[in-house]
């Protein structure tokens, strides 16, 4: 993972400008994450930092930031200072997590889903569980299990495809291709089942499990129209998780 994120690093934050990332993923994680003033806070999967730094502006006592790719922590290191406190930025495998104490939340924005097989996804699961205090919350964007390939006219609208390798079992690469403008990259991600996100979650000692389908931001509907988002919300390639410890 970090191979590949080191040589698309600085193209895959410029995804962020987006009307699906800016209207429908961050709000609908921030929305769920709820407030975080005084909160200790885990960003893993944390890329540039774009969580991180909104985490902190939101008025979170303490920011740690970790990913796999030292070229996206690079450009998190470089972004402009956050509104609030300070950001520790570390570079670990979420699957090795190293103790870095307990935090009321942890966000995981697209981080399960890069678990190569269901022990590695296990072993994810076993550190965030470790990460947090009695109570505390994973909050986290995943793959859709439901929704692996693409729907009947495909995701081209919105900039990207989106194959899963056959026969679908656990740990299936799904290859996602953004294909805006000219520059068009690529990255894998893998298939699990609902049956087993939840048994590997559970395992790990979570309960109160919530998985939602994204929603779009009031702002983003009035900007670019209903008929615009229709195809992403009856076939949304990911879906938003909330469980606690």
Same mark, same amino acid.
């Given at each position: 993972?970090?191979?590949?994120?080191?040589?698309?690093?600085?193209?895959?934050? *410029?995804?962020?400008?987006?009307?699906?990332?800016? !209207?429908?993923?961050?709000?609908?994680?921030?929305?769920? @994450?709820?407030?975080?003033?005084?909160?200790?806070?885990?960003?893993? %999967?944390?890329?540039?930092?774009?969580?991180?730094?909104?985490?902190?502006? #939101?008025? %979170?006592?303490?920011?740690?930031?970790?990913?796999?790719?030292?070229?996206?922590?690079?450009?998190?290191?470089?972004?402009?200072?956050? #509104?609030?406190?300070?950001?520790?930025?570390?570079?670990?495998? %979420?699957?090795?997590?190293?103790?870095?104490?307990?935090?009321?939340?942890?966000?995981?924005?697209?981080?399960? =889903?890069?678990?190569?097989?269901?022990?590695?996804?296990?072993?994810?699961?076993? =550190?965030?569980?470790?990460?947090?205090?009695?109570?505390?919350?994973?909050?986290?964007?995943? &793959?859709?299990?439901?929704?692996?390939?693409?729907?009947?006219?495909?995701?081209?609208?919105?900039?990207?495809?989106? =194959?899963? &390798? +056959?026969?679908? /079992?656990?740990?299936?690469?799904?290859?996602?291709?953004?294909? @805006?403008?000219?520059? /068009?990259?690529?990255?894998?991600? =893998?298939?699990?089942?609902?049956?087993?996100?939840? +048994?590997?979650?559970?395992?790990?000692?979570?309960?109160?499990?919530? !998985?939602?389908?994204?929603?779009?931001?009031?702002?983003?509907?009035?900007?670019?129209?209903?008929?615009?988002?229709? *195809?992403?919300? &009856?076939?949304?390639?990911?879906?938003?998780?909330?469980?606690?410890?």
């Amino acid at each position: 993972m970090s191979a590949q994120y080191d040589a698309i690093a600085d193209r895959y934050r *410029r995804t962020r400008a987006s009307p699906l990332r800016r !209207w429908v993923e961050i709000p609908s994680l921030l929305r769920l @994450a709820g407030p975080v003033d005084g909160l200790r806070v885990l960003d893993l %999967a944390c890329g540039d930092g774009f969580y991180s730094r909104q985490l902190a502006a #939101a008025g %979170a006592a303490e920011v740690v930031g970790v990913d796999v790719s030292p070229a996206m922590l690079a450009l998190a290191r470089e972004a402009s200072p956050p #509104a609030g406190g300070p950001i520790d930025y570390i570079l670990a495998d %979420a699957a090795e997590l190293p103790d870095l104490g307990r935090f009321d939340l942890v966000l995981a924005a697209y981080l399960l =889903h890069y678990a190569p097989d269901t022990g590695t996804l296990a072993r994810m699961c076993g =550190h965030v569980y470790r990460s947090l205090v009695d109570g505390g919350r994973l909050v986290a964007m995943s &793959e859709n299990p439901a929704q692996p390939s693409e729907p009947p006219g495909g995701y081209a609208e919105y900039g990207f495809s989106k =194959h899963c &390798e +056959r026969p679908l /079992v656990d740990g299936s690469r799904i290859r996602y291709q953004m294909l @805006a403008g000219r520059d /068009v990259f690529a990255f894998d991600v =893998h298939w699990f089942s609902l049956e087993t996100y939840e +048994r590997c979650l559970r395992d790990a000692g979570f309960d109160r499990l919530r !998985w939602s389908p994204p929603a779009v931001d009031p702002a983003g509907l009035a900007l670019h129209g209903e008929a615009y988002f229709r *195809r992403y919300l &009856e076939y949304p390639p990911v879906l938003t998780l909330e469980c606690r410890r």
